[in-house]
């Protein structure tokens, strides 16, 4: 596995040439994959850029929702395969997105039906350049709470989606914090492989906080309060030889006020913290 940094995930707002910049200047091994810069300057730029700071590309964010009108998902759909095959001569073939954890408009089967078509001809369209899409299951209860509708909100849940999707390319976007906030354990990881796995995220929770209370939008850096014990998930993933990025994302307020620059050594710092040997 590779550190890698994603400058909107900690609120500084830069373009991608200067996002590579930074990585290569506070020690990052790899950097998010912007999808609109590669499309509109080519993949062979994004590939010069990158050699040149000895960097990787750390993954890139599905440029269309999964849930919504039926004509917006087909026009993303129109738009995917190109996006897929400009990523994978980049050499990056690791998508990721979110799935909601509840629904005002559909019980759970038929959410789960919903979403296993939709995944299912996303990832018909990756498999054409062997990109794989991982989805981050949300943990927290409080997403949940006032929904008519409870969806999938645990790691097991969503590889049994991903499983339903049955393209074999589509698995995890696992996330610390939303592996604790849904009642996982750490240890939890050891029963994956590195093929259930696509991108990581990593973070740490504030203190004082019942599980059952904690806010998506209200974290910390990994490392910072030891609410989550951030070293064993690291060396969970170690162990199972999980080989794509890890990505810090905070969603902290405190990291929102700092300078640009001071964010991103906060982030270093952070990272390296608790990187295992």
Not at 181 to 197: F, K
Request: charged share 25%; with cysteine; net charge negative.
């Amino acid at each position: 596995m590779f550190n890698g940094l994603a400058c909107g995930r900690i609120g500084v707002r830069v373009g991608f040439e200067e996002s590579v910049e930074l990585a290569a200047r506070f020690g990052f091994e790899g950097v998010a994959l912007d999808t609109g810069y590669a499309m509109e300057n080519g993949p062979e730029a994004v590939v010069r850029m990158l050699e040149e700071k000895g960097l990787q590309s750390a993954g890139w964010g599905l440029p269309m929702r999964l849930v919504g009108p039926e004509e917006d998902f087909k026009s993303g759909l129109g738009k995917l395969g190109d996006i897929a095959a400009v990523c994978a001569r980049v050499g990056d073939l690791r998508c990721s997105t979110w799935v909601p954890s509840a629904s005002d408009e559909m019980p759970y089967d038929q959410m789960f039906a919903y979403m296993r078509d939709r995944l299912a001809a996303i990832g018909e369209i990756f498999k054409e350049n062997n990109v794989r899409l991982g989805l981050e299951f949300l943990g927290p209860a409080t997403i949940r709470a006032g929904k008519k509708y409870e969806f999938v909100h645990t790691m097991e849940g969503m590889l049994e989606l991903c499983r339903a999707a049955g393209t074999g390319n589509v698995s995890l976007l696992l996330d610390c914090w939303h592996l604790y906030t849904s009642g996982g354990q750490n240890d939890d990881v050891l029963n994956l492989t590195d093929d259930d796995i696509v991108s990581v995220h990593i973070n740490d929770a504030p203190t004082g906080i019942p599980l059952e209370e904690h806010r998506d939008n209200a974290r910390a850096l990994p490392g910072e309060t030891g609410v989550i014990d951030v070293p064993r998930f690291m060396e969970c993933l170690k162990q199972i030889g999980y080989t794509g990025a890890v990505i810090v994302e905070p969603f902290s307020e405190r990291v929102r006020q700092m300078e640009p620059l001071e964010a991103i050594r906060a982030t270093k710092e952070a990272m390296d913290s608790v990187w295992p040997d």
